[in-house]
């Protein structure tokens, strides 16, 4: 599609093209070994809501060349394309722009987590850290 698009379309989008997975799916994929999971909320959002233990910390903006096997700037887990990369933020919007864009650079089987950490949390799996926020992020409807 050309010409201008709301971020809503955008966001449908990338949706259209990711297999995207409930925290149940996520977590049973990541401790089997067989993705890696990769937290692109900000410090201040993990500071704040706490962290999934043995995750990825990876913020958005430097997550493509992190995870482009062709990149000098990548990580040592970006060993091919064929990699597994489940993607989380707070409720599962950023994370599926991130995982669309990790599609675009190759690494087709990208996808991200259904509602989040927040969903994540929410379900009682493993966290650490801090308090429950109490309001959702007013960044997102």
């Known amino acids: 599609?050309?010409?201008?698009?709301?971020?809503?379309?955008?966001?449908?989008?990338?949706?259209?093209?990711?297999?995207?997975?409930?925290?149940?799916?996520?977590?049973?994929?990541?401790a089997e070994g067989d993705a890696v999971l990769v937290d692109i909320r900000p410090q201040a959002h993990r500071a704040g809501e706490g962290e999934i233990p043995g995750s990825l910390?990876?913020?958005?903006?430097?997550?493509?060349?992190?995870?482009?096997p062709a990149s000098s700037a990548r990580l040592p887990e970006a060993t091919g394309y064929g990699l597994r990369v489940i993607v989380i933020c707070?409720?599962?919007?950023?994370?599926?722009?991130?995982?669309?864009?990790?599609q675009d650079l190759g690494l087709n089987r990208a996808t991200d987590v259904i509602g989040g950490y927040r969903?994540?949390?929410?379900?009682?799996?493993?966290?650490?850290?801090?308090p429950w926020?109490?309001?959702?992020?007013?960044?997102?409807?």
């Open 1 to 30: 599609m050309s010409g201008p698009r709301s971020i809503d379309q955008v966001l449908a989008e990338a949706r259209h093209r990711l297999v995207r997975l409930t925290p149940g799916e996520a977590y049973r994929e990541f």
């Open 57 to 68: 910390v990876i913020e958005r903006n430097v997550l493509e060349w992190r995870f482009d």
């Open 90 to 102: 707070s409720e599962g919007y950023t994370s599926s722009l991130a995982a669309a864009s990790l």
């Open 119 to 130: 969903a994540w949390r929410a379900v009682g799996l493993p966290t650490t850290g801090a």
């Open 133 to 141: 926020p109490a309001e959702p992020d007013p960044t997102y409807h």
